[in-house]
């Protein structure tokens, strides 16, 4: 979620299975009004610019989540967040859902506030797998990590908990200093640790097919289809 011009990401799109922000008409004829975003939802994150989802795809194609701790990969791309609806494996199905969580306080939840420490995390629970109400959720975090060079930040999945890289701040992309609640239809700026805020990098076939993200991604192969998807940067 950042501005909501130039190269930024924009808004948080709400859902369940469904699209439910906008303020038009659904199927029956009723009035959808956006509600305020709270804690533990599952969100998309989607560029103003280009209408384009933050995802994660997982490197090791036709792998169930539960194999292993396998790696992502970043991009902004076109795969809508609900289009899969429940499904069994949501960090492979649903490359560009995420759920967002407080910060500090993983299990709160309530409002979402402009100014809130949030983090954006991957369900990694997968098919087969049955979790009881005690059993501790399983979570990847969208992350900062030190690039290769050292001169830059690479935005990875990482399953780290505690560190202030998956640390994200949510503003008002026209008027940071707003403070109060927000819906799936307010601009945002996601500020990072050094307050940088995330935004649109470069298109994959500008760096080759083989393109990737994070600090690995570049000698990795990328399929055709998703050749057409930008780097996330910050």
């Not at 299975?17 to 659904?26: A, D, E, F, Y």
């Not at 994660?56 to 992502?72: N, P, T």
């Not at 791309?77 to 490359?95: E, I, L, N, T, Y």
Request: net charge neutral; proline share 4%; hydrophobic share 30%.
């Amino acid at each position: 979620t950042a501005t909501s011009a130039g190269s930024g990401i924009g808004g948080i799109t709400k859902g369940g299975g469904r699209v439910t922000t906008g303020t038009l008409p659904n199927s029956e004829g009723l009035l959808v009004v956006p509600t305020d975003l709270c804690y533990g939802a599952r969100i998309g994150i989607r560029s103003c610019c280009e209408q384009r989802y933050v995802a994660a795809l997982l490197r090791s194609s036709g792998s169930s989540s539960a194999v292993g701790d396998l790696g992502f990969d970043v991009e902004v791309s076109g795969f809508h967040p609900f289009r899969q609806g429940d499904v069994a494996d949501r960090a492979a199905d649903c490359p560009s859902e995420w759920v967002i969580l407080q910060y500090a306080h993983r299990q709160h939840r309530g409002p979402i506030h402009l100014g809130d420490e949030v983090c954006f995390a991957k369900e990694l629970t997968a098919v087969g797998e049955r979790r009881s109400k005690d059993q501790r959720e399983r979570y990847a975090f969208l992350t900062l990590e030190p690039s290769v060079s050292g001169d830059a930040m690479d935005i990875v999945v990482d399953r780290k908990e505690n560190s202030e890289l998956n640390k994200w701040i949510v503003v008002h992309a026209d008027d940071p200093n707003r403070t109060g609640t927000f819906t799936s239809r307010t601009p945002l700026l996601i500020r990072g640790k050094y307050n940088e805020c995330l935004s649109l990098g470069q298109f994959f076939l500008e760096l080759g097919v083989s393109g990737g993200s994070g600090s690995s991604g570049s000698a990795r192969f990328r399929p055709p289809l998703r050749s057409s998807g930008r780097t996330l940067v910050c």
